[in-house]
């Protein structure tokens, strides 16, 4: 069992910069593929992006490449999305999910574990 809690969501003006985290709890963290996924409202729950259980291999959709930064440090059992220059688009509530696969997923359905949530919101 993982337990995951998302924090550092919040308000910005577009073109500013926000760092989500993602604390895990368990000990089988590191052996875990980690993604972040938005669901914005009125529209379907997307995927933003994903890292491999040793951080050595990142995946992102397309309209963040360049702009966000997925990491991990693994000694903390934490997970990280750097977001800059954002966009009011990118406003969302996010969502990090663990998969039991080392290398993850884009689809949200192959991930066994959710956190609830942070809200980000990018003003014009």
């Known amino acids: 069992q993982v337990q995951l809690v998302e924090s550092g969501g919040g308000l910005v003006q577009a073109g500013g910069s926000l760092r989500l985290s993602c604390a895990a709890s368990?000990?089988?963290?590191?052996?875990?593929?980690m993604g972040w996924f938005r669901q914005a409202p009125g529209k379907e729950r997307e995927f933003v992006a994903v890292i491999s259980w040793s951080g050595g291999s990142t995946y992102y959709t397309d309209s963040v490449k360049g702009r966000f930064t997925i990491s991990r440090d693994n000694a903390k059992n934490t997970v990280y999305l750097q977001m800059n220059s954002l966009k009011p688009e990118d406003t969302a509530v996010y969502y990090c999910?663990?998969?039991?696969?080392?290398?993850?997923?884009?689809?949200?359905?192959?991930?066994?574990?959710w956190g609830q949530g942070t809200l980000v919101t990018v003003s014009e």
């Open positions: 999910a663990a998969d039991k696969s080392m290398h993850g997923s884009t689809w949200p359905w192959e991930f066994e574990y």
């Open positions: 368990g000990r089988t963290f590191s052996t875990y593929a």
